[in-house]
């Protein structure tokens, strides 16, 4: 599918979806929308990704089949802004794509436009009407999940990155996607902070149960454990996942929770020991390795951080990025 992402004023440092699509989907990416960096490329400000032009609005784009809202804003909102891009890219006769709480499939003025165009509004946030509890049956397989001190600290990176490395020695891996851009990747999964709390655990189990039939699968976490507003959905995957070893993310330098300046956050050895001691009563699991997202740092400056932060957590740790993920995989593949 040819598509176009819309990251007005946040390409690429707060566009997480939309660098995440240029990485790891199989859509080709005509164009990324960002009028503040109007006329640049995507390789001039992401490197390793598709490139693609980046252009000011829809109207500027090549022909392609969907625009993709590109950027997950704290609270899923709609920005205004977006509106006019939204509705030339309705009447230019593209779907749209968008993993927001707000649900375009709600909006008037984009279903009637759709609906007089013919094309499509895909909410892939809108989880499924027949969620339940969960059961408490682990996964005949072996489930990886990736675990935080942060929300955007590389969890859903991680996943793809160690996927990707797990394919590479021959087996059979997969990612379990619990989030927006995770389903717009990998085109399957359940956005499980979208889903109704009592069920959030059991919308997990069912993800990792259906894709149980991989040798081993690493399981896309949100949140943190600590985080003063998500740390709910980050339980709920903790338990419904039971997985069988953790992999902690961080971002390098990062001391408090992003967007909330007035929380520090733990050291990542006692996040490591916070969430062994949540998952111990439901699935005991260690924090077998560690991920670094050393985006800020040079290369002199990288290779410090990562042995700083694996002698920290007493694990192997890598930048999965610009490093391979072999002394990772090793770990937690038992």
């Known amino acids: ?17 939309a660098v995440g699509i ?20 995507v390789h001039e400000h992401v490197t390793h990704v598709q490139d693609a032009p980046i252009v000011a609005g829809i109207g500027d784009a090549p022909d392609c089949d969907a625009l993709v809202v590109g950027v997950a804003p704290i609270g899923g909102g709609f920005e205004t802004s977006w509106r006019p891009d939204v509705r030339g890219a309705i009447q230019r006769g593209c779907d749209v794509v968008a993993g927001l709480h707000y649900l375009l499939g709600e909006d008037e003025e984009f279903v009637t436009l759709a609906a007089e165009h013919g094309v499509e509004l895909r909410d892939v946030r809108e989880p499924p009407a027949d969620l339940s509890v969960a059961t408490g049956e682990a996964a005949d397989t072996r489930v990886v999940l990736t675990v935080g001190t942060d929300c955007s600290s590389g969890k859903m990176t991680g996943a793809f990155e160690l996927r990707d490395g797990a ?5 059979d891996a997969a990612v379990v996607p619990t989030g927006q851009t995770g389903i717009m990747i990998a085109g399957w999964g359940i956005a499980v902070d979208r889903v109704v709390a009592d069920f959030a655990a059991g919308a997990t189990e069912r993800l990792v149960h259906r894709a149980a039939d ?11 454990l600590a985080h003063p507003a998500y740390s709910g959905v980050t339980a709920s995957i903790l338990h419904g996942a039971q997985p069988d070893a953790l992999v902690l993310c961080h971002v390098a330098g990062r001391e408090t929770v992003g967007g909330y300046d007035d929380y520090p956050l733990p050291d990542p050895a006692s996040y490591a020991d916070l969430y062994e001691t949540v998952t111990e009563p439901v699935s005991p699991a260690a924090v077998e390795a560690g991920l670094l997202n050393t985006n800020s740092l040079d290369d002199g400056a990288t290779r410090r951080a990562v042995e700083a932060y694996s002698e920290t957590l007493g694990v192997p740790a890598t930048d999965p990025v610009r490093d391979d993920v072999d002394a990772v995989l090793d770990a937690v593949l038992g």
Not at 2 to 8: C, P
Not at 214 to 224: A, M, N, R, T
């Open 1 to 17: 599918m040819r598509v176009a992402l819309l990251a007005h004023e946040q390409f690429p440092e707060r566009a997480k979806t």
């Open 167 to 171: 394919r590479e020695r021959g087996i």
């Open 214 to 224: 991989h040798d081993v699968l690493f399981v896309e976490g949100q949140g943190s």
């Open 22 to 41: 240029l990485r790891y989907a199989d859509h080709e990416v005509v164009a990324v929308l960002d009028r503040s960096l109007a006329g640049d490329r």
